[in-house]
């Protein structure tokens, strides 16, 4: 069931706004060239020469660094390639079976207010799980989205979902990342997003063996319901 939270969020661009491109990668993308990919297509936005997008992507197995990373938490640099990027955060792991969705707004048009903008990601993610029964959760004092691991002891929680965004211009770029099903071993690698004493989970981990076209049909109708109208684009 959806979180009552989830459902109050709302960032609605202002009308007469165009639909947001809504574009699948049908094969891996390498980190770098999305990065660059979504520099590019940020600064069109910010122009007023291109639409609105969100790309959603798998990469490679691989970890990013955040503007927050600490050095400490990369626990074992030599087993997959490491990249230092400009969104917030700090360590966390990408590779198959996680999917990945870049996020390009012009928060100009919407609400330049980057809480808010934080809040309607997290809130989207919250949607999403619900539509597969999945409660997640927010935690102030931490970023990203939480579901409770009871069976795990008393306290215990898994994080599902994480985030970190950068904005240029009033134009966002990186994203969100949902754990569908890859391999949760890869996240021993560091500590992710700085936090030791809870765990990393995924939606085939907890027992629903979903696949990635299913994933993304939920991601897009929460996002429009959130974020608007889109269009799917080749």
Known sequence: MKTREALSVSFLPE???????????????????AVTEMEARAALIADGAARERVWLVEHPALYTAGTSARD??????ERFPVHRTGRGGQFTYHG?????????????????DLRRFVSALEAWLIGTLGAFNIRGERREERVGVWVRRPEKGQGAEDKIAALGIRVRRWVSFHGISLNVEPELAHFDGIVPCGVSDQGVTSLVDLGLPVTMPEVDSALRAEFERIFGPTVAVP
């Open 72 to 77: 400490e938490d990369l626990l074992t640099p």
């Open 96 to 112: 198959p079976g996680q999917r990945v969705a870049y996020v390009m707004l012009d928060l100009k048009r919407r609400e330049p």
């Open 15 to 33: 009308a007469g706004s165009e639909p947001v491109e809504w574009v699948i990668a049908d094969e891996p993308v390498g980190y770098e060239a």
